[in-house]
């Protein structure tokens, strides 16, 4: 199957800084990414919808001025979590749409804000 | 509200056993449906998917799935579980093509020897 990298895949940062996650399909084009936050022993939660060349679309109850979707290319999405709190910390997903119904996973990337 | 729901967030079998792992769905309208595994702090596997024609669905590791519009189900299923079954199951929904995909709860399957 198609291969989403998604870097780093942990990251320690102190609280009040800014904190940078890509993901990449590697060998597609994805007009559509999708980031999602993961609790730990909990579901996947839909943060946004990102389009290539556009501006994301948030769920409710996201903070886009926190959590800051680029998506400038069609293989490379980023997600910047602004101002990082220890509320932050969690383990973040993300998702590359190949297609229209096939969706390929990034590894994930565990931010933990001391 | 469209969601995904799985029933059951903790499923324990035997090795040899039948797994069955249930979702159910709500639209009045049939979505495009997925299974998802997730090993510990990796991202998501698909295991199977249907979007149109037939409801019985193979997927990957001998799992499969039926799609049963008149009951909105889509119940994951394996004859014989194996130890390397062991993982966390995400039933998941597209309620149109290049829309976001919603996650159930999530199932996790114990295998005991």
């Known amino acids: 199957g198609a291969v989403v990298s998604q870097h780093p895949s942990w990251v320690i940062c102190k609280s009040g800084t800014s904190v940078k996650i890509e993901c990449r399909s590697l060998d597609f084009q994805a007009t559509t990414m999708f980031w999602y936050r993961q609790f730990p022993k909990q579901s996947l939660m839909l943060m946004a919808t990102s389009n290539e060349g556009s501006k994301a679309t948030y769920e409710q109850g996201v903070e886009k001025d926190k959590f800051l979707i680029n998506h400038a290319s069609l293989t490379l999405s980023t997600l910047t979590v602004t101002s990082a709190h220890p509320e932050d910390s969690s383990f973040y997903i993300c998702s590359a749409l190949m297609e229209t119904t096939e969706a390929f996973f990034g590894q994930g990337t565990r931010l933990t804000v001391v | 509200a469209q969601s995904v729901t799985q029933l059951g967030s903790h499923v324990s079998v035997s090795e040899g056993a039948l797994v069955l792992l249930r979702c159910n769905y709500s639209s009045s309208v049939p979505p495009y449906l997925f299974w998802y595994v997730q090993y510990p702090n990796q991202g998501l596997q698909l295991l199977l998917k249907?979007?149109?024609?037939?409801?019985l669905v193979k997927g990957i590791n001998g799992f499969e799935a039926e799609f049963k519009k008149s009951e909105t189900s889509f119940h994951l299923t394996k004859p014989s579980a194996h130890m390397s079954d062991a993982a966390e199951y995400f039933c998941a929904v597209m309620y149109s093509s290049a829309s976001k995909i919603i996650f159930g709860s999530g199932t996790r399957l114990s295998i005991r020897p």
């Open positions: 249907y979007t149109t024609g037939a409801t």
